[in-house]
């Protein structure tokens, strides 16, 4: 079982940079990949990111490309999304989350445990 909770959420400007963060609780966590995902009101849950167990392999969305980075500290059991030149169209509920495997990929199916999601919107 792997409890996911985001945060790091808040409102700013177009070409601001925010950093998120997802605390992970349970023993399964240094051996899951994590992903991001976001969705935007009346849109469907989408890929943003994600990042294998060790850390090692990453993999973003071509929208995001450029400007975010996901990263983790098994650590800390944490995982980051870090977001620079933000973008009104970034406004989104963004979700962390765990996959049952050591890699994993964009599919929401992959992905076994959900955080509660923390908001992020960007004005222009």
């Known amino acids: 079982q792997v409890q996911l909770v985001e945060s790091g959420g808040g409102l700013m400007q177009a070409g601001g940079s925010l950093r998120l963060s997802c605390a992970a609780s349970?023993?399964?966590?240094?051996?899951?990949?994590m992903g991001w995902f976001r969705q935007a009101p009346g849109k469907e849950r989408e890929f943003v990111a994600a990042?294998?167990?060790?850390?090692?392999?990453?993999s973003v969305a071509d929208s995001v490309k450029g400007r975010f980075t996901i990263s983790r500290d098994n650590a800390k059991n944490t995982v980051y999304l870090q977001m620079n030149s933000l973008k009104p169209e970034d406004t989104a509920v963004y979700y962390c989350?765990?996959?049952?495997?050591?890699?994993?990929?964009?599919?929401?199916?992959?992905?076994?445990?959900w955080g509660q999601g923390t908001q992020v919107t960007v004005s222009s």
């Open positions: 989350a765990a996959a049952r495997s050591k890699y994993s990929g964009s599919y929401v199916s992959e992905y076994d445990y």
């Open positions: 349970g023993r399964t966590f240094s051996s899951s990949a």
């Open positions: 990042i294998n167990w060790t850390g090692t392999s990453t």
